[in-house]
C-alpha cells in the first residue's frame, strides 16, 4: 500500500462527518503531534492546547487534503503552523541563544550515551529562538530556508541559531552528566 494512501478508509468517513472515525484518527496521530507542540511550546498545558486546535482546524480542512502525501505530513505541517501562529500572537521575540564559549569538542571521540529525558531537560534550557530552530531542524527535519521562511529570519540566521542552540545543548548535556554521576 502507498505511504499517502495509509489510513485513506478512515480519513473518507472523517470526510463524511463520522464521529467515530475523527475520534480514530485522532487516537492515531495525537501522541505523536502533542510530542512536536511540546517541543516548539515548551509547556505541557500550551502543547495540549495547540493539539487541539491544530486537530479542529484540520478537521475543517479536511476536505483538502487529496491524498498527494501521507496524512501524518500534512497534519504536522498544520500543527507546526498552530504552534508557530501561537507564539507569534503572543509577540514572543525570538530571544537568540547568547554567544557560549565551549571547548573544543572531539567528535571523533566516542559521545556519551544521553537518555531522552535528558536531552528534554535540556532543550527546555534552551532560549525560545534557539529552541524553535533547533527543534525544526533536527527533529522536524526541516532545512534551514525552510525554517528561515516559517520563522521569518535569514537563513543565515537559522544556521547561526541552530549551531549556538547545539553547542549549548552540548554544553548542558555535559553538565547534567557530571551532576549524576
Known sequence: MRHE?????????????????????????????????????????????????????????LESFRFESSFGAWLKRIVINTCINAINKRKADLIYCEEVRTEYFDEEAAEPEFTMEAVRRAMEELPNGGRLVFSLYLMEGYDHSEIAQILGITESTSKSQYMRARRKMVEILKQQQMYSV
Open 5 to 61: 494512501l495509509v489510513h485513506k478508509d478512515i480519513i473518507e468517513a472523517c470526510k463524511k462527518g463520522k464521529s467515530k472515525a475523527k475520534y480514530q484518527l485522532y487516537q492515531l496521530y495525537s501522541k505523536a503531534m502533542f510530542n512536536v507542540c511540546y517541543r516548539m511550546m515548551h509547556n505541557r498545558e500550551e502543547a495540549e492546547d495547540m493539539l487541539q486546535e491544530a486537530f479542529t482546524l484540520a478537521f475543517a480542512k
